[in-house]
């Protein structure tokens, strides 16, 4: 069965990887699944086609025969459990593994996203510059747990997993903050993840879209 998924028409970021599709991307990359690639436009993504996909009306989705699925996290648990490559075989490291993906988006990525709404669209905002170092510092504080955890280990928890995948590319979002160079063992460990040729292959075909370019070999 053909797996299909959504992507933006033109992304926000302009093909810079930030875009959840890329995620998902990256897992099937990792996986050695092929996919084929829908993309909807702002204007597509109320409609109600898309809307009985994705009932907020957000990107990605995730089409596989009778099988319809929404949320990043999710799709890439089910692909991560269904095919070889980004979760250990091992019961307890498997878990473990899961565990990373739920704090890579349950913990780390709502301040970073925080840090988003409070420069763009919170910006114009009497109290904007009063919360901001707020929200930076409450980002710094999870980087500084993390970096802890992480130590000089190549990875979160032994090889890489879709615990990776998912924080790599939460981390992603920072880099233009100049936060995460603060960390460098946490710069070098998001390098490490954007060096998997999977990830490049997913990043190049998500940038493809939005430049019009065809992805390298």
């Given at each position: ?56 009306g957000q990107i990605p989705t995730y089409e596989e025969g009778d099988l319809a699925m ?95 995948l998912m924080m790599v590319s939460v981390l992603l979002r920072l880099r233009a903050s ?40």
């Amino acid at each position: 069965m053909t797996i299909t998924i959504t992507a933006f028409e033109r992304s926000p970021d302009g093909g810079k990887g930030l875009a959840r599709d890329t995620r998902v991307r990256w897992a099937l990359e990792e996986a050695g699944q092929p996919y084929e690639v829908r993309l909807v436009s702002f204007a597509a993504m109320k409609q109600p086609t898309h809307l009985a996909l994705h009932p907020f009306g957000q990107i990605p989705t995730y089409e596989e025969g009778d099988l319809a699925m929404f949320e990043t996290g999710a799709i890439v648990l089910h692909i991560a459990a269904r095919h070889a490559g980004l979760l250990p075989d091992d019961a307890c490291a498997r878990a473990r593994a899961i565990t990373w993906m739920f704090a890579a988006l349950n913990t780390v990525e709502p301040p970073i996203l925080d840090l988003v709404t409070a420069r763009i669209l919170e910006a114009d905002k009497p109290w904007a510059r009063q919360r901001l170092p707020l929200v930076i510092d409450r980002i710094r504080d999870r980087l500084g747990q993390l970096s802890a955890r992480l130590g000089d280990a190549d990875w979160l928890d032994g090889a890489f997993s879709a615990g990776d995948l998912m924080m790599v590319s939460v981390l992603l979002r920072l880099r233009a903050s100049g936060i995460l160079d603060e960390f460098p063992d946490l710069a070098a460990y998001v390098a490490r993840g954007e060096a998997r040729p999977a990830y490049r292959r997913a990043f190049e075909a998500q940038l493809a879209v939005n430049t019009g370019k065809a992805p390298t070999a």
